[in-house]
C-alpha cells in the first residue's frame, strides 16, 4: 500500500525567501507525481504533474523534482510571497493495474509580508 | 470548457437523511475519481470510473455510499442515512487516461 508523508506539517518564512516542500513516498512503482495547492475551504489547484521517466518540472516561481528511486520528491518555491500562502499537497499515482491518487496530509504554508 | 464542476458547493442535511452530490468533468476526461478530505488531512481516495465503468472502490466506501457514471459523463454520489462522521468535503477529479487530474471545488457536507 502506497503511504505518502510530507514534512514539515506547517511552515512559516518571512516573504521572499526561497523555500523547499519534502514529499516521501513508500512504493516507487509509479506513473506520475503531481503538485497541488489548496487554499481554504476550496478544491485542489494543480501546479506541476512529473511523469516517472521525468526528474523535474518547471512552471514560473515553483521547480518540483523527483527522485523515484529514492522515493522523494521536492517542491522548490522562489522568491516566495504573501499569495503563496496555502496548504500545498503532493500525490503520487501508481503504476500498473487500477490506477488511483495518493495524497501526504500536505505542508501549511504561510508567507509573512 | 471551464472545469471539474460540483453541486452544490455546501449540503447541511439532518442525520439520517440522504444527499446526493454531481460532478461534471472535463468534457473530453474519461476518467473520474471521487475523494473525500476531512479537516487537516489529505484527500482519501473513494471510488474511480473509467467512461462508465466503475473500477475500483475503497474500503472507506460502505454500503451506505453509492456513485454512478451513468453515460460516462458526469458523475452522482449518494450517501444513504447519513451519519455525523460522514461530515467531510466531497472532491471529484478527472483525468484524460494517466494524465493530469483536475479536481473541481469540492462539496462540503455537513451532517447535524
Known amino acids: 500500500k502506497q503511504e505518502v508523508t510530507q514534512i514539515p506539517a506547517a511552515l512559516s518564512v518571512p516573504e521572499g525567501e526561497n523555500l523547499v516542500l519534502n514529499c516521501s513516498f513508500t512504493?516507487?512503482?509509479?506513473?506520475?507525481l503531481q503538485w497541488f495547492r489548496q487554499d481554504p475551504g476550496k478544491g485542489l489547484t494543480s501546479l506541476l504533474l512529473?511523469?516517472?521517466?521525468?526528474r523535474e518540472q518547471t512552471s514560473g516561481r515553483l521547480n518540483a523534482s523527483l527522485d523515484k528511486s529514492s522515493g522523494r520528491s521536492t517542491l522548490y518555491i522562489a522568491a516566495s510571497q504573501p499569495g503563496d500562502s496555502a496548504t500545498y499537497l503532493c500525490?503520487?499515482?501508481?503504476?500498473?493495474?487500477?490506477?488511483?491518487?495518493?495524497f501526504g496530509t500536505g505542508t501549511k504554508l504561510q508567507v509573512i509580508p | 470548457d471551464t472545469g471539474v464542476s460540483q453541486n452544490p458547493r455546501h449540503k447541511i442535511t439532518k442525520r439520517g437523511q440522504n444527499v446526493t452530490f454531481r460532478c461534471d468533468p472535463i468534457?473530453?476526461?474519461?476518467?473520474l475519481y471521487w475523494y473525500r478530505q476531512t479537516l487537516g488531512q489529505g484527500p482519501e481516495f473513494l471510488t474511480y470510473?473509467?467512461?462508465?465503468?466503475?473500477?475500483?472502490k475503497s474500503r472507506l466506501l460502505s454500503d451506505r455510499f453509492s456513485a454512478e457514471r451513468p453515460k460516462g459523463s458526469f458523475s452522482t454520489l449518494e450517501i444513504q442515512r447519513t451519519e455525523q462522521g460522514d461530515s467531510a468535503m466531497y472532491l471529484c477529479?478527472?483525468?484524460f487516461g494517466e494524465g493530469e487530474a483536475f479536481f473541481g471545488q469540492g462539496t462540503r457536507l455537513t451532517v447535524v
Open positions: 500525490a503520487v499515482r501508481g503504476s500498473g493495474g487500477y490506477q488511483k491518487v495518493t
Open positions: 470510473f473509467q467512461n462508465e465503468a466503475q473500477l475500483e
Open positions: 477529479a478527472s483525468s
Open positions: 468534457s473530453e476526461h474519461n476518467r
Open positions: 512529473i511523469q516517472s521517466s521525468q
Open positions: 512504493d516507487s512503482a509509479i506513473y506520475n
